[in-house]
Each structure stands twice: as structure tokens, then as C-alpha cells.
């Protein structure tokens, strides 16, 4: 799962895998603009509001039970304060050659 920050409306992408979490950005100007949206950004990383992430999914009560569990298992790591979670900021992929 990701949040796509990379238009005018950020939203949360591929909300079936919650294996790993980052935010996609076209460039740090861009997201730093869009990061309101979201949460918010300190030192190079992003914080994404709980209740932005559980508002922005499907909302099943599986997809529900997963997400709580992510979020245990980020408290568990020190990714998770304040309602924020951590997540790493992934920029544009490489053109190709």
C-alpha cells in the first residue's frame, strides 16, 4: 500500500497489500505542497495520519482487522506516534535508457 502523491488529490493506492507502506512523489517540492493532505513530513520522512489511512481504504471489516495490525506491528517498531505512521518516501522511477 502506498500513498500516491504524485497528482493534485493524493490518495491511497494498492490498499489489498498491506505488507509494506511508503509515499510516492513525483519530487520533495511536490509532496512537501501535498503533505497537508496526508500528514506530514520531518527530516526527509513522511507521517501519514491513522485515520486518513483508515478513511482512504475500502473500509471492510478484513481490510479493517489487517490494517489494525499493521499499525500493531508499526507500534511495535517505533513507527507509530502521535497517530502518524512512518512511512519512507519512494521517488520517481528511472527513465529508461
Known sequence: MYVDARHD?????????LTRF????DDLGTLTERAGQFGRL???VAFVRCDW???SGPGTPEWSAA???MFAFAESSGWLTDGHV???IVGP????A
Request: proline content about 7%.
Open 22 to 25: 511508503s509515499v510516492v512523489a
Open 86 to 88: 512512518q512511512a519512507h
Open 42 to 44: 520531518a527530516d526527509g
Open 53 to 55: 489511512i483508515r478513511d
Open 9 to 17: 488529490h493524493v490518495r491511497l493506492a494498492e490498499t489489498d497489500d
Open 67 to 69: 490494517l489494525d495490525a
Open 93 to 96: 522511477e528511472p527513465s529508461p
